[in-house]
């Protein structure tokens, strides 16, 4: 049996897993910002030596496409960390909202089971003879529908036999 006390520390406990799971997101983000900032300072660095390549070209060119590599692979990684972020927010929402639907789903259950044990016994009696009721009417619509495909059958024989007969006597008038 699970108590009201019970209920409300789960949903407790529930949520402060969404906050810390909220905090979480938070620090993934403001670490996508630093990643950002990294990538604006390559660039102004980029920047830099593509001004400085006409001076000494040859030695420079080098450094640059080095550091023109750096900007692609932190651009790379900027985005593959976005993705694999917005792919744990999407794991951790959806594992958030089933296990908000388990809980409701067994606060329901559990309510259910309270109202019917805190029940008159009288109140009991009547749902019980309900149910024996519903399953007599379910036993009578059949007999029903049996006696009613019984009659079909036998007033199609007695058409037969009626038809018969008339065939026979209009035989023996022309006889």
């Known amino acids: 049996v699970v108590t009201r006390d019970d209920v409300e520390e789960s949903l407790k406990t529930k949520c402060q897993y969404v906050k810390d799971k909220e905090q979480l997101l938070k620090d993934l983000q403001s670490q996508i910002e630093e ?37 692609k692979e932190v651009k790379d990684d900027l985005n593959r960390a976005k993705e694999h972020y917005r792919n744990i927010l999407k794991a951790v929402q959806e594992k958030n909202d089933i296990l908000l639907e388990k809980h409701v789903e067994i606060s329901k259950e559990q309510a259910l089971e309270n109202a019917v044990r805190y029940l008159h016994k009288n109140i009991c009696r009547e749902i019980e003879e309900n149910a024996w009721l519903k399953e007599e009417v379910k036993i ?17 024989e007695n058409i037969n036999l009626v038809t018969k007969l008339i065939d026979s006597r209009l035989q023996n008038l022309n006889v």
Do not use: C, F, H, P
């Open 35 to 71: 990643t950002e900032q990294r990538l604006l300072a390559k660039q102004k660095e980029r920047d830099y030596w593509l001004e400085y390549k006409n001076v000494e070209r040859k030695v420079q060119a080098i450094r640059i496409i080095n550091l023109g590599k750096d900007i």
């Open 140 to 156: 009578y619509q059949k007999e029903v529908s049996d006696l009613k495909a019984s009659v079909q059958l036998l007033e199609e």
